[in-house]
């Protein structure tokens, strides 16, 4: 029902900057959460930022400061902007999309590298 598509990863050296965008397709609706979540080798899927309601965009901590999430909801655009990036940044970065009112229902991308070197 809903397609993503990830790109924008890459190989970039530790105080660098990357963006990554997503493009959504298939029944996008103004009221969906959408976010980016990432998986590092050996460890769980982690939320980086999200837009869990209208007033408020959840960050996690160790990228609040460094990351920008952002979206153009006309051209069901979501992206994230990357700057100062660590090694510890590294991993699979995923876009999600979740319904507002239909709890269970989200879909994933197949996500897009990012790797930092030191």
């Known amino acids: 029902q809903v397609q993503l598509v990830e790109s924008g990863g890459g190989l970039v050296q530790a105080g660098g900057s990357l963006r990554l965008s997503c493009a959504a397709s298939?029944?996008?609706?103004?009221?969906?959460?959408m976010g980016w979540y990432r998986q590092a080798p050996g460890k769980q899927r982690e939320l980086v930022a999200r837009?869990?309601?209208?007033?408020?965009?959840d960050y996690a901590e160790s990228v609040k400061g460094r990351f920008t999430i952002s979206r153009d909801n006309a051209k069901n655009m979501v992206y994230l902007q990357m700057n100062s990036l660590k090694p510890e940044d590294t991993a699979v970065y995923y876009c999600?999309?979740?319904?507002?009112?239909?709890?269970?229902?989200?879909?994933w991308g197949k996500g897009t590298l990012v790797t930092v070197s030191s």
């Open positions: 999600n999309v979740a319904r507002r009112w239909l709890d269970g229902i989200e879909y």
């Open positions: 298939g029944s996008i609706f103004s009221s969906d959460i």
């Open positions: 837009f869990s309601s209208v007033a408020r965009i």
